[in-house]
């Protein structure tokens, strides 16, 4: 599965646990978070179409974490 793919589903499931909250303030939780991956989701999308940018980011990751 792709990471787009998977941010969506944590969306999905925090729409889920936003339509059995048991507040207002816990359904606003939920429904913030959902709008968090989502937006996580189309951001990752975008990144698809950009490998020079995708790559650039892995080096950068992987000279902070150099033991991974």
């Known amino acids: 599965m792709d990471l787009a793919a998977d941010f969506r589903i944590r969306a999905q499931r925090c729409l889920a646990l936003a339509g059995a909250a048991p507040?207002?303030?816990?359904?606003?939780?939920?429904?913030?978070?959902?709008?968090?991956?989502?937006?996580?989701?189309q951001y990752a999308e975008e990144q698809e179409h950009h490998p020079v940018r995708k790559d650039a980011a892995m080096a950068a990751w992987q000279r902070r974490n150099p033991d991974r």
């Not at 507040?23 to 989701?41: D, F, K, P, V």
């Open 23 to 41: 507040s207002l303030e816990a359904q606003t939780h939920w429904l913030g978070m959902a709008q968090l991956w989502l937006n996580l989701a």
